[in-house]
C-alpha cells in the first residue's frame, strides 16, 4: 500500500489509518513525501523568504522527519515498511509512478474535501490522482461535521488518534 505524506494533520491521521488498516490484513505500506522544487516565482511562503540552497536544505529536513515520524508509526505497529522522498513539480506523476515502481495495490491518501472556487484555485492531488491512476485509491477523510469546525482534529501530540471516518 502507498501512503503519501506531507506531514498536514489530516495527512498524518491518513498515515495512522492505513497503517490501522495494513496491520489488520498483513500488509506492506511504502511512505511517500514529494517535496516540490524551489521556484523563484511563487505564492509559497516558504520559497519567498528563503534562498534556493535555504529552501532546498529545509525542505531535505522536513521530509526526512516527515517519513522518519511515519517510518516509527509503522514500526510501532509492526507493519513492515519502506520510505521513499522524490522532488517533483507535480505530486500526483510522482504517487502514481513510485505506486507503480513497488507495485502497490492501493493507494491510501488523505484529502482536504475542498470544494468550490478553493478546489479550483488550489487544485487538489487527490484528485488528480483519483484521475490519474489505474490502481484503486483509498481517499481519508474527515467526517464533515469535524472538517467545518476550526481546530478540530484527532491529532493530539504530533501523534495521529482516533482517526478518520
Known sequence: ????????????????????????????????????PFQPLTISTDMLESSRKEYERYAEAHAENLLGQACGWAEDA????????????????????????????????????????????LGSVTQKVLTHSDIPVLVLRRPPAAATQPGTSNVEAGRPGAGIG
Open 1 to 36: 500500500m502507498l501512503v503519501p505524506t506531507d506531514g498536514s494533520a489530516l495527512s498524518q491521521e491518513a498515515v495512522f489509518e492505513a497503517l490501522k488498516l495494513a496491520s489488520s490484513t498483513g500488509a506492506s505500506v511504502v511512505f511517500l513525501t514529494v517535496v516540490e
Open 78 to 121: 509492526g507493519v513492515p515498511y519502506f520510505a521513499v522522498r522524490k522532488w517533483a513539480d507535480q505530486p500526483h506523476e510522482e504517487i502514481i509512478g513510485v505506486a507503480r515502481e513497488r507495485n502497490c495495490d492501493l493507494i491510501a491518501m488523505a484529502s482536504h474535501g475542498r470544494r468550490g472556487l478553493a478546489a479550483i484555485v
